[in-house]
């Protein structure tokens, strides 16, 4: 079933050492993840065929998927600046940073054998999770980039939407991009162009940190008062990615079976 990335939860750092968690990113974070959950769930009805759509076909389906990846991936990469900030985090040694790599990394894998089981060829075998977890490897040392890294987003995304190779066209290279046509798979989030909406969110996210606009110091002070219950959603997106799906689905198929109840 189709996937959309967890990002990691933001923080700055304090005078005093302190993590401040930033409750318009967590805001953010949760609207996308109540997109995706809305969307699954239109999708797992369209697989037990309680409804019939296209959603792999039909532009307007493709279109909001295509716009939450996108949510996910820039607040990914708004989130891994602003841990760049914080203490240690700069360093391959951090013990957090390798902490949160390794969980993203094992619900891929999770994910990988989840969807061989359901789906058989059409396992997902480079999602969204997949790409989450090679990213934060790849982007670790762009945070030093600080504004430019806004030029390499729009050359990244400039080059994965506008190139195609047909040297790309296999399975052992479709992941990197440029391939002409989509692997058959349940969800692909290859590294061109997505790489290019996480730099997008670290380059926006310096400009942030750095500007004394008085738009920048609002955001930064803003709080989600009255939309707890989307900022909650945004404080656990591995959580929410990981159970939302098997209750979903888990849910369905037992309705369907009582459907099939003689009498």
Request: charged letters at 15%.
């Given at each position: 079933?189709?996937?959309?990335?967890?990002s990691?939860?933001?923080?700055?750092s304090?005078?005093?050492?302190a993590?401040?968690?930033l409750?318009?990113?967590?805001?953010?974070?949760g609207?996308?993840?109540a997109q995706?959950?809305?969307?699954?769930f239109?999708?797992?009805?369209?697989?037990f065929?309680?409804?019939?759509?296209?959603?792999?076909?039909?532009?307007?389906w493709?279109?909001?998927r295509?716009a939450?990846?996108?949510?996910?991936?820039f607040l990914?990469?708004v989130?891994?600046?602003?841990?760049?900030?914080?203490?240690?985090?700069?360093?391959?040694?951090?013990p957090?940073?390798?902490?949160?790599?390794?969980?993203?990394?094992?619900?891929a894998?999770?994910?990988s054998v989840?969807?061989?089981?359901?789906f058989g060829p059409?396992?997902?075998w480079f999602?969204?999770?997949?790409f989450?977890?090679?990213?934060?490897l790849l982007?670790?040392?762009a945070?030093?980039?600080?504004?430019?890294?806004?030029?390499?987003?729009f050359?990244?995304?400039?080059?994965?939407?506008?190139?195609?190779?047909?040297?790309?066209?296999?399975?052992?290279?479709?992941?990197i991009?440029?391939?002409p046509?989509?692997?058959h798979t349940e969800?692909?989030?290859?590294?061109?162009?997505?790489?290019?909406v996480?730099?997008?969110?670290?380059?926006?996210?310096?400009?942030?940190?750095?500007?004394?606009?008085r738009?920048?110091?609002?955001?930064?002070?803003s709080?989600?008062r009255?939309?707890?219950g989307l900022?909650?959603?945004?404080?656990?997106p591995?959580?929410v990615y990981?159970?939302h799906q098997?209750l979903?689905?888990?849910a369905?198929?037992?309705?369907?079976?009582?459907?099939?109840?003689?009498?």
């Open positions: 079933m189709p996937s959309h990335p967890p990691p939860a933001p923080a700055l304090t005078n005093d050492g993590r401040q968690r409750p318009v990113v967590d805001l953010a974070r609207v996308a993840i995706m959950i809305a969307y699954h239109c999708y797992d009805l369209n697989f065929s309680w409804i019939h759509v296209a959603l792999t076909r039909d532009a307007p493709i279109a909001w295509t939450i990846v996108t949510q996910f991936l990914a990469g989130s891994l600046s602003l841990r760049a900030t914080s203490e240690r985090s700069r360093s391959w040694s951090s957090r940073f390798w902490k949160r790599w390794a969980q993203i990394a094992a619900c894998a999770l994910v989840a969807s061989w089981w359901i059409r396992w997902i999602g969204v999770l997949h989450v977890a090679a990213a934060q982007l670790l040392g945070s030093r980039l600080g504004r430019a890294t806004l030029a390499l987003a050359a990244v995304l400039g080059a994965g939407t506008l190139l195609r190779f047909a040297a790309f066209d296999t399975n052992a290279l479709s992941w991009g440029f391939a046509t989509k692997p969800d692909f989030v290859p590294l061109f162009p997505w790489l290019g996480m730099l997008l969110g670290m380059g926006l996210a310096d400009v942030w940190q750095n500007s004394d606009a738009w920048a110091q609002s955001l930064r002070r709080s989600a009255g939309w707890r900022e909650l959603l945004g404080r656990w591995l959580t990981m159970l098997p979903l689905f888990g369905l198929y037992a309705l369907q079976g009582l459907r099939q109840m003689p009498g």
